[in-house]
């Protein structure tokens, strides 16, 4: 079965960086396109980043273009979510995602969900 | 781009049937079939229920339905149960590899 488990998540100073990792199994990671959603504290969803299935296109909300970067590593079934020069409004749960069911493109829709991470930005 | 607009909150009874609205605009409802529903209850992962306007993935109840009109889609509730209580939220591709949520509803089964 589909599992994510994310890591990486803590308390970092304003400015500072931070790495999530996003540990797949279960499915073909190396053909699915792979999402970075976050909900900061009792607030909505909120879509942050997208590498397309092939690896070969990343996306980004305009809240994080520029800060964020998405990657992942085939041999070891894992995405990353790199996050440079965080901001308070950065502090949320992330989770990453598996996009939809398609094959050999991008569905647009997150069909897997990992049990998050929580980033505090705090100083 | 803004967050696509929900109703903060929406309830009904058991056995009842219930609609939640999520507006958009051309750039984003009005120009894709890539509207998504997702239910969260407090403390968990979202869960998709509806993707691509209307389709359900296997294992989400058939009392669950999609559908979408110019800049609006909308989820249908229909033979409300106390375990529909949650927050759902709609999701929508905007274009250029991007997607944008929904403010989120929160439904209560009275």
């Known amino acids: 079965q589909v599992q994510l488990v994310e890591s990486g998540g803590g308390v970092v100073q304003p400015g500072r960086s931070l790495r999530l990792s996003c540990a797949a199994s279960g499915f073909t990671f190396s053909t699915s396109g792979m999402h970075w959603v976050r909900q900061a504290p009792g607030k909505g969803l909120e879509w942050v980043a997208v590498?397309?299935?092939?690896?070969?296109?990343?996306y980004y909300a305009d809240s994080v273009k520029g800060r964020f970067t998405i990657s992942r590593d085939i041999s070891k079934n894992t995405l990353y979510l790199q996050m440079d020069s965080l901001r308070a409004e950065d502090t949320a749960v992330y989770y990453c995602a598996r996009d939809g069911y398609c094959t050999n493109t991008t569905c647009y829709f997150f069909a897997y969900w990992g049990q998050g991470a929580l980033v505090t930005v705090s100083s | 781009q803004s967050a696509l607009t929900q109703p903060a909150s929406v309830s009904g009874s058991p056995g009842q049937s219930i609609t939640i609205s999520c507006t958009g605009t051309s750039s984003n409802i009005g120009s894709y079939k890539l509207v998504s529903w997702y239910q969260q209850h407090p403390g968990k992962a979202p869960k998709l229920m509806i993707y691509?306007?209307?389709k359900r993935p296997s294992g989400v109840s058939n009392r669950f339905s999609g559908s979408k009109s110019d800049n609006t889609a909308s989820l249908t509730i229909s033979g409300l149960q106390a375990e529909d209580e949650a927050n759902y939220y709609c999701c929508s591709y905007a274009g250029s590899g991007t997607s944008l949520f929904g403010g989120g509803t929160k439904l209560t089964v009275l």
């Open positions: 590498m397309f299935y092939d690896g070969t296109y990343k």
């Open positions: 691509d306007v209307s």
